[in-house]
């Protein structure tokens, strides 16, 4: 299919109260007017009258939607490979995304965004807008979406599910359990954007790789190797850790793979610099006046200052969240583990154990509101820089929370049997509560909402009588949850909790694989569950969420290598212990061995990636070919700019010694 032949679907959504008031003109009519200048930039606009509210149902043509990344100046990838900025009239001359349309998701949201919030009033006087027998001026130059959002008029504007594609996704990704880890990543790209088809990648590539630890983990718990455990246990810790290492740098390699077919590259990011003056690139490269030395100087200087400034201020943040953590969380969950240690009876454990949950889901809680708070002060450069600061500062805290008493009981009680009881616990009743609580929440959630409608209808008719029926879709999808995160959806999605719970996950089984190799195999049940389970969740329970530009899982990928360090480092301690069974901590063999084989993982950790470099050979290629050929581009251009120049130089040139002559004959 041609791009031209694509057909327009509805994708943005618009909540407005209903009216209680009949209005007389409607030309002053507020909902009207937006409707009608929705329609003049080109938006096709639908109204739909819901039980509670009235929702708009906007969706646009593909050639509103070049003009509108022509507007903005998209830079698209074109049929020669080289990315140039977007032209409507040279639509042809650009490559389509893997399902065939012309732009993906997330610049057909922006792009919606840039029509509905350009819409201004541009007459030379102010408007007279009513609503519900309120008046209210819109002024000259004023946006009318934000004026309509301030009056509390527009309740909410959120995308909207495409009913085609979200039911093929249903049946060929969520409801596709034969599979297992097998998922339709270009589908899911081009309908929920690069973050979210990258997580489920990453997912799905980790699942698969479990396949050989679970594998392991469970011929050594089913065989008994009696006096060669000791000599199994290190050969089993050891592949782990190598299986860990090349999984992290094969994700790399995939990670670039997937964005070099989906046409991304790092380039379309805003510049570091221009964000930090407060300048967009574009209007940078429009300026095509000569800069001086002195202007320089003084942006180097604006430069520097906001670079470092920025600095200290994360670095502040940073040690106020691990100073936090050490002297107020350390202590009270190393005095829960010991008091679970030395207490014998199970009901006092139980009850014990209910109060720390609660006590500790409380100060994460906080931590992760402070740690919101903190971010906002900080100069980061982007939306992705901020979440990457939260993911670090809140997995802090969550790390100290999940680890530091199973920490306890391997290392200082040396309790190889509540160790595993604690790992079960996490692992089994711990996961899958969290997957149950985490799927049913949405869906309280909604139906909550859902009665309160009812209720608040039936006590405005005064009667309880009558089934009141939710029969539009646009209804329904307002109703339902955002896919946000639990510590707040200014900054981060609900990826966010995902992607917490998988690391939290891997640290378990990597940091204490020696004491209990089974975990492994659990993992990957769970997991295959995860994907099949936030699937439904994303296209059945949540609102569709807003694309996200992130082309990486970003800051999770260094906690998973941080995870991996520390794992070596935890294991080769559970195997000194099992050597050294009496605790004299002698240099003997044995444990020399093991000292001697942590440093060579860690070496062998951080040679790796010399070994297996992140790009594939064809992706690396390509992106020579494309600057190759770009600065080629630029090249001609500059230098038919110098001929034209020489050549108009040259006739001026002429031209005054022909008028001097003339003058000089006469």
């Not at 992760?368 to 997995?395: C, Q, T």
């Amino acid at each position: 299919m041609d791009v031209l032949e694509e057909q327009p679907t509805f994708e943005i959504g618009v909540v407005v109260p209903k009216r209680t008031v009949k209005v007389e003109d409607e030309s002053s009519d507020c909902v009207e007017v937006l409707v009608n200048e929705f329609k003049k930039v080109g938006l096709i606009a639908e109204r739909v009258l819901g039980v509670a509210d009235e929702f708009i149902k906007l969706a646009a043509s593909l050639e509103t939607l070049g003009m509108a990344a022509a507007e903005l100046q998209i830079t698209k990838q074109t049929r020669i490979g080289m990315e140039l900025q977007f032209h409507w009239e040279e639509v042809k001359a650009f490559e389509r995304q893997p399902d065939g349309s012309l732009f993906s998701w997330c610049e057909r949201f922006y792009c919606y965004q840039h029509l509905i919030r350009g819409i201004k009033n541009k007459r030379q006087t102010a408007i007279t807008l009513k609503y519900d027998g309120k008046e209210f001026k819109w002024e000259v130059g004023e946006c009318l979406l934000q004026k309509l959002e301030t009056e509390g008029i527009v309740k909410r504007v959120f995308p909207l599910h495409d009913e085609t594609k979200r039911k093929k996704l249903l049946y060929s990704w969520a409801l596709h359990w034969w599979d297992f880890t097998n998922q339709p990543i270009d589908e899911i790209y081009s309908y929920f954007g690069t973050k979210i088809a990258v997580y489920f990648a990453f997912l799905g590539m980790y699942t698969r790789w479990l396949l050989f630890p679970a594998a392991f983990g469970l011929t050594l718990q089913i065989i008994n190797f009696g006096s060669l455990r000791l000599l199994v246990l290190p050969i089993f810790f050891v592949s782990i850790i190598l299986w860990a290492i090349m999984f992290s740098q094969f994700w790399k390699r995939k990670n670039s793979a997937l964005l070099a077919r989906w046409q991304i590259s790092y380039s379309m990011e805003a510049d570091v610099g221009y964000k930090l003056l407060g300048m967009d690139r574009s209007s940078v490269q429009s300026a095509e006046k000569p800069v001086r030395k002195a202007h320089i100087k003084i942006e180097k200087e604006v430069f520097q200052r906001n670079e470092w400034f920025g600095r200290l201020l994360r670095f502040r943040n940073d040690a106020l969240v691990i100073l936090s953590i050490i002297c107020l969380q350390l202590p009270f969950e190393l005095a829960y583990a010991h008091t679970y240690e030395v207490m014998e009876s199970d009901i006092i454990k139980f009850g014990l154990t209910a109060i720390y949950l609660f006590a500790i889901q409380y100060l994460t809680q906080v931590g992760g509101k402070i740690s919101v708070k903190l971010i906002k002060h900080e100069d980061n450069e982007n939306k992705e820089k901020r979440a990457d600061s939260l993911v670090y500062k809140v997995f802090g805290l969550y790390f100290m929370q999940s680890y530091i008493g199973v920490f306890y009981h391997a290392l200082l009680h040396r309790s190889f049997l509540t160790l595993r009881q604690v790992l079960i616990l996490r692992l089994l009743v711990s996961e899958v509560l969290q997957n149950l609580w985490e799927n049913s929440l949405p869906y309280l959630k909604y139906s909550y909402k859902k009665y309160r409608i009812r209720s608040k209808k039936r006590q405005e008719k005064k009667s309880s009588s009558g089934k009141i029926q939710f029969s539009s879709r646009v209804e329904k999808e307002y109703l339902k949850p955002s896919y946000s995160a639990s510590i707040g959806e200014e900054i981060e999605d609900g990826l966010f909790d995902d992607l917490l719970e998988l690391a939290l996950q891997f640290g378990m089984i990597m940091m204490f694989a020696s004491a209990f190799p089974l975990a492994f195999a659990f993992a990957i049940l769970n997991n295959i569950t995860e994907i099949r389970t936030d699937a439904l969740k994303l296209l059945t329970m949540f609102k569709r969420p807003q694309p996200r530009a992130a082309a990486t899982i970003g800051a999770w990928l260094n906690i998973f290598q941080f995870l991996t360090v520390m794992s070596i480092c935890t294991n080769c301690a559970l195997l000194a212990w099992l050597y050294d069974e009496e605790g004299r901590w002698k240099i003997e063999p044995g444990l020399a061995a093991i000292l001697v084989m942590e440093h060579i993982l860690l070496m062998i950790k951080f040679g790796f990636s010399r070994f297996v470099p992140e790009e594939p050979a064809w992706v690396r290629a390509n992106r020579m070919k494309n600057a190759t050929q770009a600065q080629d581009v630029c090249s001609k251009r500059i230098l038919r700019s110098i001929s034209a120049e020489k050549e108009s130089r040259e006739e001026k040139e002429h031209v005054v010694e022909k008028e001097f002559g003339m003058k000089k004959e006469e």
